[in-house]
């Protein structure tokens, strides 16, 4: 039996967020079936609403970082129990059987299946994100939250937490190491919170001086403005990492320099050409990188929940109701959050 | 006691090489002279004798793959007798004490003293490389190279085979391996033998047919033409690891999407801004990075060396006199030798 539930859905490009009726499928053996508690506010939520890449099919409920309860279960559920407080992120399926699906990484599967704007592997019908009152996932691509951990700060680790977790396990970040994030935003934050508690010294380049204080109590040692050339000369060589979290078009080349030998600059915000170009130079007399990292796989995510919940990690979060999600939109193209929005989905049943 | 040697210089950028009476210092407790045999000709030669870096102070003797067999050691040598056969390569001293020189990385030591335009750390007299009848250099800075192994063939290894060697190693690469190869001169079929030996399935990216026959003699299993369109396609999603060895500016967006996710294109030939603009779009979506990487560490050339030794790997070269040494550079400008030119150094004594 399919079931009919609330969301908030854009129709087309140009309209704000409204309240829609959703179906979500028959569950199948192996589904969780969710009440959602909490869903965080990606920006790739607000780029797929307004189609900013091209590829938006109407109508769409967006929102990957789901927090929510289990209803019932599948007679094939081992995993999950319900009343259990479980996540999904931003992948709902993949095939299974690919190199990247059977080393855990989902993400690289050819065949994963998104949250929202995918389409089922089985019935094809397109799949919808968590601005809505349950969904119905895979017990593969269901995550278990640690007990303790606030629910609401937790929901934006299932993509701005195992997006700056894959970087700095890829670099095996531990006590030594040094890293760098650049960016103080929804990422950014969590990079600085993640690299700190694996026991990293942490710095962060911004461009703007009002930054330092919130910096620092997110755990960064040091704050190099980007835009001060002596402290960008004092921090040649230092870092083994940076995580350059920037969302938009910035010049990269002036980072280059301050990583240590064999060092990598990881983008994990910036989509599109690297402008003014990237100078091979310094990469090779350095042995250094630029890569990038999308999200993290299945069990890389669960690792990193079981991190934060040994930590008492989550995200700094400003909890919406459902109905402020366009005035939100608007606050996010500013940056006017601090850092990241969450909705309460309690305020969807309320309306 | 200083030793005045025959060598080649160049005393002007625009003056091509001729004989030149080098001054060898007095050796030290540690050091090894030198008797040189035979000396690789590296593309970095021709672009220091011809200042296209702007740094070359005159006059200058090129060459840093170099063999030769041991005339005398020093008090404080141990690993060195006369007669052994040594190698020297692109570098003759560093700090000692840093990260980079403690982790065996000398390379990117910041006190690294190259083999020819450096400077002695302890007297302060400038560098001269291989193109001369002797050297005289630090024990920590000879290799010793394996018995069995075609002398004048080894010389390249020292840097071209390392060269080539890192990235490979950096990567992991052995049985189940792809790696792809860009380019195919001197640093091109080092990079397919040594891929090969290791147990690579290896692909040469070229744009050149005539190329096929030579890529598979030397070790590859496929040759992709990077002009065909259709060939690109169909190498989508396939290699670990891309070395780039192409010496001039190219484009190297084509070639990302042929590697795996989490897969590297290490770039060791072209120093320069990367245009038209790197796309970070592929590089975020397929956890992929682009890296350069520069020459290898003691430590890792001896490995080289000794896994060459046991694999039978010299490089293919066409062995010239000295007084060759400027037609050799104009044929290297037109990719005019398959692959390296080596000066036979009993040319220079017979002058």
Not at 86 to 96: A, L, T, Y
Not at 111 to 127: L, N, V
Not at 159 to 173: D, F
Request: charged share 20%.
């Amino acid at each position: 039996m399919t079931t009919t539930v609330r969301s908030y859905a854009a129709v087309a490009s140009d309209s704000p967020l409204a309240p829609y009726k959703l179906t979500r499928r028959t569950p199948r053996q192996d589904d969780v079936t969710i009440e959602i508690l909490y869903c965080g506010v990606c920006h790739s939520d607000l780029h797929t609403a307004r189609n900013d890449w091209g590829w938006t099919q109407y109508p769409i409920v967006p929102g990957h970082e789901i927090i929510g309860r289990v209803l019932s279960v599948g007679a094939g559920v081992t995993r999950f129990k319900p009343g259990d407080h479980v996540g999904v992120g931003c992948m709902v399926d993949s095939c299974g059987e690919c190199p990247a699906c059977t080393q855990g990484h989902e993400q690289h599967c050819p065949e994963s299946t998104y949250t929202y704007g995918g389409a089922d592997r089985y019935d094809k019908q397109p799949t919808q994100g968590g601005y809505s009152e349950k969904i119905v996932v895979s017990q593969k691509f269901v995550l278990r939250i640690p007990d303790g951990l606030d629910l609401a700060g937790a929901a934006p680790l299932l993509c701005a937490g195992i997006t700056t977790w894959s970087p700095l396990k890829n670099a095996n970040v531990g006590p030594g190491s040094k890293v760098a994030v650049v960016g103080l935003g929804g990422l950014g934050h969590m990079a600085i919170k993640l690299a700190k508690a694996l026991g990293a010294e942490v710095t962060l380049f911004t461009r703007s001086q009002g930054k330092e204080d919130d910096a620092r109590r997110l755990g960064a040692d040091h704050v190099v403005l980007s835009t001060v050339a002596e402290q960008m000369t004092a921090a040649a060589g230092r870092f083994d990492l940076i995580v350059d979290t920037v969302p938009y078009a910035h010049d990269v080349n002036p980072y280059i320099p301050t990583l240590s030998f064999k060092g990598s600059l990881v983008l994990v915000g910036y989509l599109g050409p690297l402008e003014p170009a990237l100078d091979s130079v310094p990469l090779i007399l350095g042995s250094k990188a630029v890569a990038g990292s999308l999200i993290g796989g299945i069990p890389a995510t669960q690792e990193m929940l079981d991190f934060c919940g040994a930590h008492g990690i989550t995200s700094d979060i400003e909890i919406i109701k459902m109905a402020e999600i366009n005035d939100a939109y608007e606050r996010m193209l500013k940056s006017d959050v601090k850092y990241r929005f969450v909705i309460d989905m309690a305020s969807l049943k309320a309306e």
